[in-house]
């Protein structure tokens, strides 16, 4: 029993001091990190941009169909060059065109009847010029004849007409007068003569007769030439003036129709000439057409492939090959807004190929956007196209570049660590040291590089601003 509980007690001892081994001992706690700080230089500075650009080669041409009349099939009937480097002039694919020869066909009378039409036009200009200057010619002289005509009466046979008129009434007149004298005078020379009752009856009897006769006669003739003095002689006046009138009037309108008439003509030789030009221009382009049926690389460069096989169907003004410039092309590349203030067309930048590491081509920048991209928190982002002086012949399109350009700054410029720049909703801000510990200072930034960042307010040369603890 005594020898039990002396166990008892040497295993209570031993737990005790084993447990007492065991027992951990607590790590020193080290001190907390002091911030660091960077002082804000004020000094040289270059600003920096920096961009991936992809690559596409400049587009030289395109290989086209491109016929000028021929409006049948094509078909494919030979591929000459299905890809790569081609020199200027290469064939590159040769086609088929089955309804040419027909085309050509109709195309040849066509320009045959077209010569035909014109020399009829010709023709009948020749004979209607020929008809017309005689015409002109019959109204000339019936023109004049009808002045001269006008002139003769105006001049002298009106005149003549009225003198004639009036002279008759004169000789009927002195004709009654005479036979009057007479009758008086053998009343007269009856009265005392011894004559025979009856001879004298009959002489009387005879010249009073003769008399009343010619009387009569006079008061006809009064009559007449009342009527020629009133109506014929004007008749004839008026109508003298409206055929003067009418004969100028019908040579003005025959000259304005044979004028219209050589107008027609001239306009019918035109228009024949043009179908005879359009016929042979037609004929003309087909024939060009059937040499154009191969086509050939209008420059040299690099040939996309051309998924075409004889037999395939094409048609006019299609597409079928390109070329591209394997000496020069351009980079694509996006630029984030703040990048404005530094980088501008016609800048000149570095490219340095991912593919090549050891290849480097000088750009220049030849267009920036000036519609921008959303882009999230970052604002807006600006496609910038490069052009590339030359190309290494190992580039290809589709490869990409870091594009690097550089600009120094007035030796004022004030920068800080990039990694001491924040931005949270509030805006852009440093951490600046003062006596009580650190304060938040917004600030606005500009230009950057690779290390530091321009910095245009907020913050004064010297100051210290804290950075995270490498």
């Keep these: 029993m ?21 027992q951990p001992t607590e790590p020193e706690q080290p001190e907390p990190p002091q911030p660091q700080t960077e002082e804000v230089e004020q000094g040289a500075f270059t600003a920096e941009v920096r961009g991936n650009g992809r690559y596409t080669a400049t587009r030289l041409a395109q290989v086209t169909v491109e016929l000028d009349a021929y409006t049948g099939k094509l078909e494919v009937a030979e591929v000459l060059a299905e890809q790569g480097r081609v020199s200027r002039g290469q064939p590159v694919l040769r086609l088929t065109a089955p309804d040419l020869d027909e085309q050509l066909d109709n195309a040849r009378r066509a320009l045959e009847r077209a010569e035909r039409g014109l020399a009829w036009a010709q023709q009948e200009q020749a004979i209607s010029k020929a008809e017309a200057e005689q015409a002109a010619e019959q109204r000339r002289l019936a023109w004049a004849d009808r002045q001269s005509d006008h002139k003769a009466w105006q001049a002298f046979q009106k005149a003549d007409q009225y003198l004639d008129a009036k002279l008759d009434m004169q000789q009927y007149e002195a004709r009654v007068a005479d036979e009057q004298e007479e009758l008086n005078q053998l009343e007269k020379l009856y009265k005392d003569a011894k004559l025979a009752s009856r001879t004298q009856d009959i002489v009387l009897e005879r010249a009073r007769r003769q008399l009343a006769v010619s009387l009569q006669r006079l008061e006809m003739a009064e009559r007449s030439n009342n009527r020629v003095v009133e109506v014929i002689i004007p008749r004839r006046d008026r109508d003298e003036q409206n055929a003067l009138r009418y004969v100028e009037t019908q040579h003005k309108h025959a000259e304005l129709r044979a004028k219209i008439t050589r107008e027609k003509q001239d306009q019918s030789v035109e228009s024949a000439t043009r179908a005879v030009e359009d016929a042979r221009e037609a004929l003309a382009d087909l024939q060009a057409d059937q040499q154009s049926l191969t086509l050939e690389a209008p420059a040299g460069g690099v040939l996309v492939p051309i998924d075409l096989k004889p ?9 079928i090959a390109t070329l591209d410039d394997d000496t020069a092309g351009e980079l694509k590349m996006t630029i984030q807004a703040r990048d404005l203030r530094v980088l501008a067309e016609g800048a000149e930048v570095t490219v340095r190929w991912h593919a090549f590491g050891e290849v480097e081509t000088a750009g220049t920048v030849e267009r920036i956007d000036w519609q921008g991209q959303a882009a999230g928190e970052r604002g807006a982002q600006y496609g910038v196209t490069i052009t590339l002086d030359e190309v290494d012949t190992r580039i290809r399109p589709g490869m990409t570049a870091d594009v690097r350009f550089t600009q120094p700054l007035t030796d004022q410029t004030l920068s800080v660590p990039q990694s001491a720049v924040g931005t949270d909703e509030q805006g852009t801000y440093c951490m600046v040291k003062t006596d009580a510990g650190f304060e938040r200072r917004d600030i606005v930034t500009g230009a950057t590089n690779t290390e530091r960042i321009q910095i245009l307010k907020g913050l004064k040369a010297g100051e210290e601003v804290r950075v995270p603890v490498q």
């Design 2 to 22: 005594i020898h039990a509980t002396r166990m008892l007690t040497l295993l209570l001892v031993l737990f005790v001091a084993t447990a007492a081994v065991a």
């Design 311 to 319: 037999g395939d169907t094409v048609s006019n003004r299609q597409a």
